[in-house]
């Protein structure tokens, strides 16, 4: 199956700096790569995904980016604020029509610092 | 996007009694899923609940301990049976749109004692 993984596991930065988070997956045939923010007791929000027809999207302060040939895909996250403190997983799928089973990375905790 | 209601969001069970877990949807959705999140950990999927057949469990999972059932396509159960303290986890209901997003019902966080 699917083995995605994710780095770092924590990460700390000054509010206002940028946050980078990476993650690896292992199966080639994976098109469909979200990222999730879970705060602390809440579900996990999608806050921005990427196929793998598409490079590179943004949304505001957010941006992913995917590199298919190295299988791997990353987070940037600019401008940080101290409501980005989660913890931040990716997921890849091998998604076929509204099946979109998910494969996750094992989370990274995002602390910004004021 | 779906609005995912979950119940219970959370109960204390004693070891060797069973839960339910409920999920509903406001509208029809195709693809249902359970998956576990266990104390600090990442989120792992446990099955697809399908309408209308038998579960589809994925390896570690099987339906005697979870067993799911689907009757229509806007509710889905997961009962977590003869529960142990390694049970204790935060169980998740999700649902797939045909745009390909992925939302998550609010979690039922569940302690076995």
């Known amino acids: 199956g699917e083995n995605v993984e994710q780095h770092p596991s924590t990460l700390s930065v000054q509010e206002g700096d940028s946050a980078v988070i990476k993650c690896t997956y292992s199966?080639?045939?994976?098109?469909?790569f979200p990222w999730y923010k879970q705060e602390l007791g809440k579900r996990p929000q999608l806050i921005i995904d990427i196929r793998s027809n598409v490079g590179e999207k943004k949304d505001q302060r957010i941006a992913v980016t995917l590199n298919k040939t190295a299988k791997h895909f990353s987070l940037h996250i600019t401008e940080t604020q101290p409501e980005d403190s989660a913890v931040y997983f990716c997921a890849a799928s091998k998604s076929s029509y509204n099946d979109y089973k998910l494969s996750f990375g094992a989370g990274t905790t995002v602390t910004v610092r004021a | 996007s779906a609005v995912i209601s979950q119940k219970p969001s959370r109960d204390i069970c004693q070891r060797g009694t069973s839960l339910t877990i409920q999920c509903q949807v406001d509208s029809q959705v195709t693809m249902m899923f359970w998956y576990r999140q266990q104390p600090g950990q990442s989120l792992t999927l446990i099955a697809t609940?399908?309408?209308?057949?038998?579960?589809?469990?994925e390896s570690g999972f099987v339906i005697d301990k979870f067993p799911i059932s689907r009757p229509n396509l806007t509710f889905s159960t997961l009962t977590v049976s003869n529960m142990s303290p390694e049970d204790s986890s935060i169980y998740l209901c999700s649902v797939s749109s045909g745009t390909s997003f992925t939302f998550f019902g609010q979690g039922t966080r569940l302690t076995v004692v």
């Open positions: 199966d080639s045939a994976s098109n469909y």
């Open positions: 609940a399908n309408q209308g057949s038998e579960a589809t469990y």
